[in-house]
């Protein structure tokens, strides 16, 4: 079995891997290692991986409390497809309430600010609860998802959360996820046949239009580039 021993070659190993591989040396690292899904057709992708070859990564959720009745709906499906449990990590009510009470429910629409104030009650405080003591976070990132990601690694140091991040996807193109969730019988979002690639908080993502990058329905009303929620701080210039 390989290691995770040595970080140099990380990189080089993770390529040289198929997926399975991939999260099977992560998950025989001996270390905690967690995968936090958003139910997009990438990570039902790897939730299926992880689930069909029986792997001990915990496999996680953030319920913003924002999401589609589709999404929500998903989890459970995915949940009978595998038979696996999704964890789910909320928000706390009293930091919702404070932000209600002082943006409004949907404040987020009114500045960059008020929106990452809203993603960071409701992502990243219930992300750094789902990470905590793990050495490993599986993601679904890919590179052909935003000019932000292009460059996206197989493995990366996420210095301010002390851990390791794995991209297993990294490489994938839109046409190989699609192709394994069809062969795996991977249930998906019935929103993706509705225009929308890549599925957040219902009342920041919209469907796309043709041509446009896959994650240019996301925040659509701000005008940078960049635009993330701040989970995947490291690469991304909020
Ligand atoms: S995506 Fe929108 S609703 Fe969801 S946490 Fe961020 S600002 Fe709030």
Known sequence: MMTLSSKIDLEDTL???????RLRLVAESGRPAVFTTSLGIEDQVLTGAIAMAGLPIRIVTLDTGRLFDETLQLIEDTEARFDITIERYRPRQEAVDTYVAEHGRNGFYESVEARHA??????????????????????????????????????????????????PLADWSI????????????????????????????????????????????????????????????????
């Open 15 to 21: 390529a040289a891997l198929d997926l399975e591989g």
């Open 175 to 238: 046409e190989d996820i699609r192709a394994f969730a069809k062969t795996h019988e991977v249930p998906l979002n019935p929103l993706h046949e509705r225009g929308y690639p890549s599925i957040g908080c219902a009342p920041c993502t919209r469907a796309i239009k043709p041509g446009e990058p896959e994650r240019a329905g996301r925040w659509w009303w701000e005008n940078d580039a960049k635009r993330e929620c701040g989970l995947h701080v490291a690469r991304a210039a909020r």
């Open 118 to 167: 809203c993603c960071h009650i409701r992502k990243l405080e219930p992300l750094a609860q789902a990470l905590e003591g793990a050495a490993y976070w599986i993601t679904g990132l890919r590179r052909g998802q935003s000019g932000n990601r292009a460059t996206t690694p197989f493995s990366e140091e996420d210095k301010a959360r002390h851990l390791t991040k794995i991209n």
